[in-house]
């Protein structure tokens, strides 16, 4: 196996904000390499022997962590999953506590997820080791972001020039913050579309165009990306009643027609089926959901990679 030479100058992957054109170019090829290995259509490789990822985790997660701990062992890095439900968090210990105590055990790289936005920032200014924000608050999760771009580029050949539809709770949406940056940057035009108490109010200089109705944000859509509606972070009434949210802003075939006929539906995890989302369009042809979960294990590798490798030079990987 060969991987192209990365261009990864940062020593962690906090956002997509902070990452050019170029960087994530790197991070997508490097991905593709990884992708044979990440669907154990080959053997696992040594890349990262000897080094240590722990997956520190605040916020519930079944895609982000379990594709995290695949992609550590596929390279044969050691895996440490701590889930703060069982940690001694819950006994009062502080975020920086913890990570000063994980860190006296040396590892390699520290992925985090936390309900506060920033805390890998925070954390990373803080620690040795190379800090992945796996999800923080409602401001990004750049692996997310990636691994979308990766499923759209294997899908549709490219990302410039498409448009991209992001829809329903974008207000609070990592997903849509980080995929808005990263489709920018790589020549996307991007539509976001939610009612307006689910919409930024800084959504213009995010670059993107800004609908409070499902419709003209779908027309001619080369992507679809739906987004679940965050119960977890809605502090007062957003929503007349999900009855009423599904019939104006769900997904459904006859609204999907309004799409390029080769468009295709995405959705980061976990959906509400029947509210953001019909369940015909969900599990339909033009659904790449399950491949976008797919992805993220060839991502995480690729970053993983450039992180854990990242101190000794230049990577090239090990087959
Ligand atoms: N799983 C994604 C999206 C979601 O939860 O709706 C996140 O953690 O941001
Ligand atoms: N897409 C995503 O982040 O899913 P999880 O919350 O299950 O990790």
């Known amino acids: 196996m060969t991987t192209p030479r990365a261009r990864y100058p940062h020593r962690h992957l906090l956002g997509i904000e902070a990452l050019d054109r170029t960087e994530i170019l790197s991070i997508l090829d490097a991905a593709e390499s990884f992708f044979d290995v990440s669907r154990r259509s080959v053997r696992k490789v040594p890349t990262l022997r000897g080094k240590t990822v722990i997956n520190l985790f605040y916020e519930p997660s079944t895609r982000t962590r379990t594709s995290f701990e695949l992609a550590g062992k596929r390279l044969s890095a050691d895996v440490i999953n701590i889930s703060v439900s069982t940690s001694s968090a819950v006994k009062g210990e502080t975020l920086l506590d913890t990570v000063k105590n994980l860190e006296a055990m040396c590892p390699d790289v520290l992925v ?3 309900q506060a936005s920033g805390a890998p920032h925070y954390v990373a200014s803080r620690t040795k080791a190379a800090v992945v924000n796996a999800g923080d608050g409602t401001h990004e999760h750049p692996t997310q972001a990636l691994l979308d771009a990766f499923t759209i580029r294997r899908r549709k050949g490219r990302l410039e020039g498409l448009v991209v539809a992001i829809c329903g709770d974008v207000l609070h949406s990592r997903v849509a ?4 940056l990263l489709l920018r940057k790589m020549g996307a035009t991007v539509r976001f579309a939610g009612p307006r108490t689910l919409l930024p109010p800084a959504a213009e200089s995010l670059g993107a165009e800004v609908h409070d109705r499902l419709e003209p944000a779908l027309e001619g859509a080369d992507v679809v990306m739906m987004l679940r509606v965050q119960r977890e972070r809605l502090a007062g009434t957003f929503l007349p009643s999900t009855r009423e949210y599904s019939r104006k802003f769900g997904l459904n075939e006859a609204r999907l027609a309004l799409a ?13 089926r029947g509210v953001e989302i019909d369940p015909l369009v969900a599990d339909g042809s033009r659904s790449v959901i399950l491949d976008q979960v797919e992805a993220g294990v060839a991502v995480r590798m690729a970053v993983l990679w450039m992180l854990a490798t990242e101190a000794e030079g230049e990577p090239t990987a090990g087959a």
């Open 177 to 180: 913050r980080s995929n808005a």
């Open 112 to 114: 985090l997820r936390h």
């Open 260 to 272: 390029a006929p080769d468009a295709i539906v995405m959705h980061p995890g976990p959906m509400n």
